[in-house]
Structure formats: structure tokens, C-alpha cells
């Protein structure tokens, strides 16, 4: 699987453009960029913890519980149970696949960061991909 783009390449590519704007594949990657940035989340507001709880949360939506989650973090199976808690309250959702749910929403976790499951079809690979459509 390909490593999502992150937004420093994007920028230098899209830096690299406007110093060439007269070649030939400039205004294709122009509108690639474009696509791109109308597909990417906008983060409204930055992720409310610290960076273990976001690991905590992508292991969650990646389909681990909790033992595999401590495992993966080398912590002990309370401490996820704790920081899955304290996700859930400071996001103020129910369950976990809520706060998965929100932090796709507002950007915080990166849909690149997230396995499609092998056994979907592609309709749903593609709702999967979709922003808005995971959610």
C-alpha cells in the first residue's frame, strides 16, 4: 500500500507547478491538486489529546481491541482501556466507532492510515475513500 501524500510534498509539488507553469503536464497537475484538496478534510479545530490517544484511536479503527491495541503501543491492556475512556469523554460519543467517526470528520485521523478491509466490495472501498462517505 502506498504511503498517503502529506501535505509538505503537496506543497513543493504544487510550488514546483507554479515555477513551470509552461510545461506540458503543469495544468494536469494543477487540476490533480485541486481534485485533491476538494477531497482532503478540513481540520477545524486540532485533536484534543495527546499523541498516544490518537495512536489508541487509529489502532481502534484499524479494528483492534484492546489487547491487540496494547500489544501494538507495548502498554498495558487498563492503560488502553483508560485512554479509549478518556477519548470517548473528551470527544463526548458513546463508543469508540463514534470517535472514529468524529476524528474522520474533523480531520484528525487520516483516512491513508485507516485498512480497507480485503473482503469489501468496492462500493464500499469507495464510500471508504470517500470523505463524507465513511462517516
Not at 504544487?14 to 515555477?19: K, L, T
Not at 490518537?54 to 481502534?60: I, K, R
Request: glycine share 6%.
Amino acid at each position: 500500500m502506498a504511503e498517503p501524500l502529506s501535505r509538505a510534498v503537496l506543497a513543493q509539488i504544487r510550488a514546483g507547478v507554479e515555477r513551470n507553469p509552461g510545461t506540458p503536464s503543469a495544468r494536469t497537475i494543477r487540476l490533480l491538486l485541486d481534485e485533491l484538496d476538494r477531497w482532503r478534510p478540513v481540520q477545524q479545530t486540532p485533536f484534543p489529546l495527546d499523541g498516544i490517544y490518537l495512536d489508541v484511536l487509529v489502532c481502534s479503527a484499524n479494528g483492534q481491541n484492546v489487547v491487540q491495541t496494547a500489544h501494538a503501543l507495548h502498554v498495558a491492556p487498563d492503560a488502553v482501556r483508560s485512554r479509549r475512556k478518556r477519548i470517548r469523554d473528551r470527544l463526548n460519543v458513546a463508543s469508540m466507532e463514534q470517535a472514529v467517526a468524529v476524528a474522520i470528520r474533523q480531520g484528525w485521523l487520516p483516512l491513508g492510515e485507516i485498512e480497507i478491509p480485503s473482503g469489501c466490495t468496492h462500493h464500499t472501498r469507495d464510500l471508504i475513500r470517500t470523505p463524507g462517505g465513511a462517516a
